[in-house]
């Protein structure tokens, strides 16, 4: 099997994430307590409690998926008896430092010490908001322009987002209801404009910390946000396009197609979760949009969830059969 592993990015964290694996696995409670210890607080009281509403911070969220990739990521291998080898890693915004965790190019400790700067660096010099509109890029890309927005991530040929000061936000967004008013646009909740210019100064002081990590060259192939397409083997380069990846648009679309033509038979999204409810009751992040980018694909890759317990456990069987 030609199989892919996907992380989630911000947007999939939510109150309880991880409480279910924790109670479940030691693996899992081991992860937590390694990242309390790097990070300096507790992970797990954060990630299961959302203490006076701090978990959807920036500084705390992109810590706590990333903890929660890697537990999910670990029990499942473990569960599998590591019979499950991707031979490729992907991950939207946030998850591609987990991707990289996914192909030994990054320690998990390292990851995580560099989502933690990236956090508090977006959350410390980010301004502006973020619109997703059901609209291609090249329609709402010069759209956008007219009001000072940019292009923040090219998640479906027919869903983009869109970032900008809440303010141009709001005149972009009457624009677009006139222009097009069957095509949706939905107000994001996030610190800023992510993966647009307004990340300019936080990108410039993450670059040190990005020049200072022990990096080295992944042992599978693992997709670019800032390409849309694979990256080398080379540490600085990667580096590079993890810097510009913080201040350019996601191209996640890009990055599905580019696994496609490598032919991928088989893809597992690791942790988050989106919807309402307890751990159990929570649905992938990612799976929409997989399954709308492979929709013409004849036979269409196979997809597993793996975000939490009764999803880690159905995988292991299924796996294990």
């Known amino acids: 099997m030609n199989t ?10 939510y109150e309880g994430m991880g409480k279910d694996i924790c109670e479940a696995y030691d693996t899992a409670r081991r992860i937590y307590d390694s990242a309390s210890e790097v990070l300096g607080y507790d992970i797990a009281d954060m990630s299961f409690n959302n203490p006076g509403d701090q978990l959807n911070l920036t500084r705390n969220t992109q810590p706590a998926l990333l903890t929660h990739h890697i537990a999910c990521l670990e029990v499942f291998r473990e569960l599998t008896g590591g019979n499950v080898q991707p031979s490729m890693a992907a991950g939207h915004s946030l998850g591609e430092y987990s991707a990289l965790v996914a192909a030994n190019a990054l320690t998990f400790e390292t990851a995580l010490a560099l989502v933690q700067k990236r956090g508090e660096l977006m959350g410390e010099h980010g301004e502006g908001e973020m619109t997703a509109f059901m609209m291609d890029v090249d329609t709402i890309k010069p759209l956008a322009e007219q009001f000072n927005c940019a292009v923040s991530a090219c998640n479906q040929p027919t869903q983009t987002v869109v970032g900008g000061s809440s303010s141009d936000l709001e005149a972009l967004e009457a624009k677009a209801a006139e222009e097009f008013p069957r095509k949706k646009a939905i107000r994001l909740k ?4 992510f993966h647009t210019y307004y990340m300019d100064k936080a990108a410039d002081h993450f670059r040190e910390s990005l020049a200072d990590a ?8 693992v997709l670019s946000n800032y390409t849309g397409g694979f990256h ?3 540490v600085d380069g990667i580096k590079d396009r993890l810097y510009y990846q913080l201040k350019h648009p996601v191209m996640w679309n890009d990055n599905l197609v580019t696994a496609f033509a490598a032919g991928v038979d088989k893809i597992y999204e690791f942790g988050g979760g989106i919807g309402p409810g307890a751990p159990e009751e ?3 992040n990612l799976e929409g949009m997989i399954k709308k980018a492979s929709r013409s694909l004849d036979p269409k890759p196979e997809y597993t969830a793996v975000i939490n317990k009764a999803t880690l456990e159905a995988a292991g069987q299924d796996e294990g059969e």
């Open 214 to 221: 022990d990096m080295r060259a992944p042992e599978i192939k």
């Open 190 to 193: 996030t610190e800023g404009a």
């Open 4 to 13: 892919l592993f996907v992380f989630p990015g911000q947007g999939s964290q």
């Open 282 to 284: 929570k649905r992938p």
């Open 232 to 234: 080398d083997n080379d």
